[in-house]
T-cell receptor
């Protein structure tokens, strides 16, 4: 079983739709949680950190459920430019070890 | 401009021919890390370094070596490359005490081992 699991998708949604991604992690000692975005095999870029209290950044909302060991990302009012692969990331060992999920592919269509 | 650079960006080589992929950051970051990315597997951590002369294995260190003689550079060495090391490699760095913050990634190195 992978340490961080995501539905690979693809998710095909129309512009303006709301889409949600989930991610589960197996190591309860995981300390920090993130969503990264990756475009077409370019370098990953941080979308947002994820906190237990939940956090929002514009159209993006992230949630962490430590008891169930899952992380979610909600994208509202999807734009064409949101088309990308979304990577769920957890860190352990004081933040030195980083585990990436395999990613969820999103296509937003006009 | 703050950045992480990798060289070469593209490399085709043959089995057994030693190679080095360089990584350099100009942000005075203590933490640096190497990842490989393969289809369906996501990024997997190869090695990381907490500071100069301090390195540790990630999840897939076999067949790789690293060194950290200076803060800005963290080269990845493949002593005897094999075809299963064909992959997309990313180097990353992060400021000290920033476990909850982003890692800054280099643009990637595409390696093909024949």
């Amino acid at each position: 079983r992978k340490e961080v699991e995501q539905d690979p998708g693809p998710f095909n949604v129309p512009e303006g739709a709301t889409v949600a991604f989930n991610c589960t992690y197996s190591n309860s000692a995981s300390q920090s949680f993130f969503w990264y975005r990756q475009d077409c095999r370019k370098e990953p870029k941080l979308l947002m950190s994820v906190y237990s209290s939940g956090n929002e950044d514009g159209r993006f909302t992230a949630q962490l459920n430590r008891a169930s060991q899952y992380i979610s990302l909600l994208i509202r009012d999807s734009k064409l430019s949101d088309s990308a692969t979304y990577l769920c990331v957890v860190s352990q060992g004081g933040g030195f070890k980083t585990i990436f999920g395999a990613g969820t592919r999103l296509f937003v269509k006009a | 401009e703050a950045q992480v650079t990798q060289n070469p960006r593209y490399l085709i080589t043959v089995t057994g021919k030693k190679l080095t992929v360089t990584c350099s950051q100009n942000m005075n970051h203590e933490y640096m890390s190497w990842y490989r990315q393969d289809p369906g597997l996501g990024l997997r951590q190869i090695y990381y370094s907490m500071n100069v002369e301090v390195t540790d294995k990630g999840d897939v260190p076999e067949g790789y070596k690293v060194s950290r003689k200076e803060k800005r550079n963290f080269p990845l060495i493949l002593e005897s490359p094999s075809p299963n090391q064909t992959s997309l490699y990313f180097c990353a760095s992060r400021p000290p005490g920033a476990e909850k913050e982003t890692q800054y990634f280099g643009p990637g190195t595409r390696l093909l081992v024949l």
